[in-house]
């Protein structure tokens, strides 16, 4: 795998869908637009924010995370990408974050939620103000879910 996977044509691809998704749903940029879609890519890659997304499989598998999302969960891309996204909290918290993706493709879109996570290795942390919304590709046909969010805190063992 590169170095630098914001190159790859399929996650380039995929940036557009993060990028556009959100702009049409919530009104504005997640960051700037301006120059080339590979520009676009590498700026969301390394973006100071989480940016990550799933597909729309039945048990939906993460298929992006950003630098700041792979740092966060303690995973390389390979790993964080071949996760099913539901491990993404702990089993008790599966039944909220079903409920949270339930009100998401209903209304577009949330800007407002708060909750625990589990990292890869365990380790528990509180994100909030998380922004979820529902992911389109170029038809207009559903493409999954993404979630962005610049705070959260690390929580004792």
């Known amino acids: ?15 557009q869908c993060l990028l556009d998704s959100y702009a049409r749903l919530l009104g504005h940029e997640l960051l700037p637009r ?19 997304s799933h597909g729309v499989e039945a048990d939906p598998i993460l298929n992006f995370g950003n630098a700041a999302a792979l740092a966060l969960w303690e995973a390389d891309l390979p790993t964080f990408t071949s996760m099913p996204s539901r491990l993404t909290a702990e089993a008790p ?3 909220e974050r079903a409920r949270l ?9 949330i800007d407002d939620y708060s909750g625990i996570r589990i990292s890869s290795t365990g380790k528990r942390f509180f994100i909030e103000r998380a922004t979820v919304w529902n992911l ?15 705070e959260w805190r690390h929580l004792d063992a």
Not at 5 to 13: A, F, K, N, Q, T
Not at 34 to 52: C, H, I, K, N, T
């Open 1 to 15: 795998m590169t170095a630098e996977p914001w190159r790859r044509p399929g996650v380039i691809e995929h940036s």
């Open 34 to 52: 301006d120059g080339p879609p590979e520009e676009q890519s590498r700026r969301l890659y390394d973006a100071p924010f989480v940016v990550l």
């Open 93 to 95: 918290r599966r039944e």
């Open 101 to 109: 993706l339930e009100r998401v493709s209903r209304d577009g879109f």
């Open 136 to 150: 389109f590709d170029r038809d207009g046909r559903p493409a999954g879910q993404a979630a962005t969010f610049s």
